[in-house]
């Protein structure tokens, strides 16, 4: 499956095979009137004519599989060789339409002044952001209007000058000035070709940088999506560092119920609703999703970036929750759904932090005890029939005033299940 990047690369480069193409179609139908006025024969209306119509009918073909993303890069080199063909038998038609071989000598083929016309359809191939199309557009114009030169000199009537005005104004034909334009030409391709190649890159690495930061979007505040946008490739290779941060768990209280009464897509409904929300207030306060565990979340503050509000942000992230949970209830209540209930552990001490994995799927993550003690507080809260517990550790840490604002009740000095060290545990009051 193409990446986004190369989604983005192919639709330019239709865009521009399209207007490459219209252009042409212009062309033929305007060449097919004007033959009407100029040709000397009926012979050179019809010729000139069916050729017409039968590119147009052909581009008009090659439109429509356009439309379909089939076939764009033969579409693409079709249209190349459809641009030298008219830029190689255009000053033919014009020789033609003014008497000839019988009347005219060769030297009037490249005194057509075609250098605008293949300029401008240069830069057309260009628009397609797609370098291999000008380069082998230039490369075969000058292959193509040498090939005109040679065949203008086999004529004995061929007449060259050195001087700009007469061979302006009379009927000789400054060679190397021609030769001269058809080497600018080859260069204006090449720059365009490494122009196009440039801007291609461009394009890639910047959508690439916004899908990635688009992915990080889903897990971290953007504010730290917007600091990790500046962070070296190390960041991103298997390994971790130690630093001190808040671990906060979230549950819905009675989940199982909930579910076996609500069916698997109903329970799926509520709970993307329900996390949608959350994740918006946790994000607010510079919070990281680590991960979902069925209803359950696992936020953390101080990741990728540790701070010195890393406590205080994730006890108000905590209230905040709460109180983004009531008004989402009122909400339920009002549509004859029953409330949800929630509790939370919040613990704060030393982690290990960074991608676990390999190189093809890495997760970014905290491990460590501090975890484990923010999972057992959470799960806690049921025994203490309280709904918001937290720990010594990370009140200890929260700002002064949001202690002054902050309503605690000490449960005692606890052994969390499965360590020996004890830890005095708060029960944050909500006031909704």
């Known amino acids: ?114 250098h605008f016309i293949i300029a401008a359809t240069l830069v057309m191939n260009a628009f397609s952001i797609q370098p291999i199309y000008p380069m082998i557009y230039a490369l075969g114009v ?66 690439n940088n916004e899908v990635k930061m688009s992915q990080l979007s889903r897990y971290f505040s953007p504010n730290i999506v917007a600091e990790m946008n500046h962070a070296e490739d190390d960041f991103f290779k298997p390994g971790g560092k130690e630093t001190t941060i808040a671990v906060l768990f979230c549950d819905i209280v009675g989940f199982t119920q909930i579910s076996e009464t609500l069916g698997p897509e109903k329970t799926m409904a509520l709970l993307s609703e329900y996390h949608g929300f959350m994740l918006d207030v946790v994000f607010e306060h510079r919070g990281t999703l680590d991960k979902f565990i069925g209803d359950g979340m696992m936020v953390t503050f101080g990741t990728p970036i540790s701070d010195k509000t890393d406590a205080t942000n994730a006890v108000q992230a905590g209230i905040a929750m709460f109180r983004a949970l009531s008004l989402w209830n009122q909400k339920r209540e009002t549509n004859g759904e029953k409330p949800i209930a929630i509790r939370i552990g919040i613990h704060y001490g030393p982690v290990v932090v960074g991608n676990v994995g390999v190189e093809k799927r890495l997760e970014y993550t905290v491990i460590g005890d501090t975890v484990n003690a923010a999972s057992r507080l959470e799960s806690l809260g049921k025994e203490l029939k309280r709904n918001f517990l937290i720990s010594k550790e990370l009140y200890d840490q929260i700002s002064l005033e949001s202690k002054q604002n902050l309503k605690v009740k000490s449960m005692g000095t606890l052994s969390l299940r499965g360590k020996t060290k004890t830890t005095e545990i708060l029960s944050v009051e909500i006031t909704l």
């Not at 000058?161 to 034909?173: Q, V």
């Not at 190649?197 to 890639?204: D, E, L, P, Q, S």
């Open 142 to 207: 000058v292959v193509s209007q040498a090939g005109i030169l040679v065949y203008a000199q086999q004529d004995p009537r061929f007449v060259s000058t050195e001087n700009f005005k007469e061979a302006f104004l009379g009927p000789a034909a400054h060679v190397n000035n021609y030769i001269f334009s058809m080497g600018i030409i080859g260069v204006l391709g090449f720059f365009l070709a490494f122009l196009t190649y440039r801007v291609r890159r461009t394009i890639f690495y910047a959508v």
């Open 1 to 114: 499956m193409a990446t986004k990047s190369e989604q983005i690369l192919r639709e330019k480069e239709i865009e521009g095979i399209k207007f490459s193409l219209y252009g042409k179609i212009l062309i033929f139908s305007l060449l097919t009137i004007v033959t009407f006025f100029v040709a000397q024969t009926l012979f050179e209306i019809l010729t000139i004519t069916c050729i017409s119509l039968v590119f147009n009918v052909v581009l008009y073909i090659l439109s429509k599989f356009l439309k379909r993303g089939k076939l764009v890069s033969f579409v693409g080199i079709f249209c190349v060789v459809i641009d030298l063909f008219i830029i190689t038998i255009l000053p033919f038609i014009w020789y033609n339409a003014v008497g000839g071989e019988s009347q005219v000598p060769r030297t009037y083929l490249i005194k057509t002044y075609l």
